[in-house]
């Protein structure tokens, strides 16, 4: 099992920034596809931001020219940058890892959600 640990997220104010981490120390991160999710009340889960282990990235389109994925190999971490927050970026966010292929273990891992509320 792949171990993630989440930090960030929180309560903040529309037009605000939050920085969301996930860390992955026990893998080979380099190689790994990795990205986030979020899961809004009564709504089903869906990608918010991707990045391959090549550093392409794909965002859904609600939040282009908002939010930035990253990634640093060194830290074995990556980080979801959300910038001019709306209140429809209210949810839970999870990230994950892909795995380049089984050898390495699950095909993907989740970290454990972390809160997102936007509201005044």
């Known amino acids: 099992q792949v171990q993630l640990v989440v930090s960030g997220g929180g309560l903040e104010q529309p037009g605000g920034s939050l920085t969301l981490s996930c860390a992955a120390p026990?893998?080979?991160?380099?190689?790994?596809?990795v990205g986030w999710h979020r899961q809004a009340p009564g709504k089903e889960r869906e990608l918010v931001a991707e990045?391959?282990?090549?550093?392409?990235?794909n965002y859904v389109d609600s939040v282009l020219g908002r939010f930035t994925i990253s990634r640093d190999n060194a830290k074995k971490t990556f980080y979801l940058r959300m910038n001019k927050l709306k209140p429809e970026d209210t949810a839970v966010y999870y990230c994950?890892?892909?795995?380049?292929?089984?050898?390495?273990?699950?095909?993907?891992?989740w970290g454990q959600g972390t809160q997102v509320t936007v509201s005044s």
């Open positions: 994950y890892v892909d795995a380049p292929n089984t050898w390495y273990g699950p095909a993907r891992s």
């Open positions: 026990g893998i080979i991160f380099s190689i790994y596809a």
């Open positions: 990045i391959t282990s090549g550093v392409a990235t």
